[in-house]
Structures are given as C-alpha cells and as structure tokens.
C-alpha cells in the first residue's frame, strides 16, 4: 500500500488520521475530564463549564480514536468504543449531578479500564 502523500484532501486526510495519536489525546482528555469534575465537586473554584466542555472533547476525541483505530488495531477500537458507552449514558442517567454525585462519578469511572487497555495497545503498538 501506498503512503499517503497529502497532495490530495484524501491522502491529507489519511495523513491525519495516521499523525494524530488519537488514543493518547482521548485518554489525557478523560482524565483532565475528572479531574476538573472532581474539583468543581469539592468545592474548589473551577467552573462547571470547564467539566462540561472537557466532557463533550473527551467524548469527540474518544470516538475518532476509536474510529481511526479501526481495522488495523481492531481491540483497542473496540475497547474505545466500549469506553464510549458510559460517557454517553453520564449526562442521560446522572442528571442533576447535584442529587446523583456518587452515580455520576462510578459512571463516568466506569469507562477507565477500557482506556487505560487502550492506551496499553497503542504503546506497545502489536
């Protein structure tokens, strides 16, 4: 197969897809996530807003890691997508935080093995 030359929007593309490490990206992104979730919590000064707009990247990165791990690193794609399906249940199952705190935080940790699995196979990279 042919490298990708980026000459083309195609061959750019794949280029992309190929530079970015998407796993990496996606797992710091969750793990900045719950962090600035679990400082909002306890009462520190850090707005909402910062959890939620880390949550909706946590969510976009996850999915094009997963995405772009397909067919060549099928596990770590699929363990990606797995992680998916907590964080798209969080906001329909735990809301208001406020009454669901304990809820909300084993949902949302509940996606950390997948990731941590994730991030194993792209640094030994099979």
Known sequence: MAEPDGSSPIGALLWLTRAVPWTPLA???????????????????????????????????????????????WVRGLLLALALVPLVLLPLVTVPVSRHPRRHLLLGLAASPCCLGALILWAVRP
Do not use: E, M
């Open 27 to 73: 797992v710091l992104s969750y793990v900045a996530s719950i962090t600035v979730g679990t400082l909002s919590l306890r009462g520190r000064r850090i707005h909402r807003g910062w959890h939620s707009g880390l949550f909706v990247l946590t969510c976009v990165l996850t999915a094009a890691a997963a995405a772009f791990s397909f067919p060549g690193h």
